[in-house]
């Protein structure tokens, strides 16, 4: 026999801890602390109580309708001019229907910008894409494109 090989027999329970019964059985503070509300007798925080402190409960919004300032914002899809250059599929005019079909936007009725970062040598016109950054304004113009 082992040590690593050592089981308890079965039905074998720990004794309960004895809480609070003199100084030899895990007594002095019984697993209190030291004071303070929770270390009273017969005592108990409800819960959300934050020591008199206006709880969160309280503080979040009561009527309905309550507007989240991120639902108000339009998010778009953003797809580079890189990746307008790498796509061979896209030759001369890009649009939503196109931009879905080679796999850069999720949904045509997503929101569209077009940024400037990389480079551009294809004329592309643009055809109901919603915005575009200045850089992606100049690269394009510059390869003789259209953002209408």
Do not use: C
């Amino acid at each position: 026999m082992k040590l690593h090989a050592l089981q308890r027999s079965k039905g074998f329970k720990d004794k309960a801890r004895r809480l609070g019964r003199g100084d030899a059985t895990k007594g002095n503070y019984s697993g209190k602390g030291h004071k303070g509300q929770k270390a009273r007798s017969g005592s108990s925080v409800r819960p959300f109580f934050e020591g008199g402190q206006t709880s969160v409960v309280q503080r979040m919004p009561k009527a309905k309708g309550f507007k989240r300032y991120y639902k108000l914002v339009d998010t778009y899809a953003v797809v580079n001019v890189s990746a307008l250059e790498k796509d061979e599929r896209i030759t001369t005019e890009v649009s939503k229907a196109l931009l879905k079909q080679v796999g850069l936007i999720k949904k045509e009725t997503d929101l569209v910008k077009i940024l400037g970062n990389g480079e551009l040598s294809k004329s592309l016109s643009f055809v109901g894409i919603e915005k575009f950054t200045k850089s992606a304004v100049e690269k394009i113009e510059k390869a003789w494109g259209k953002t209408s």
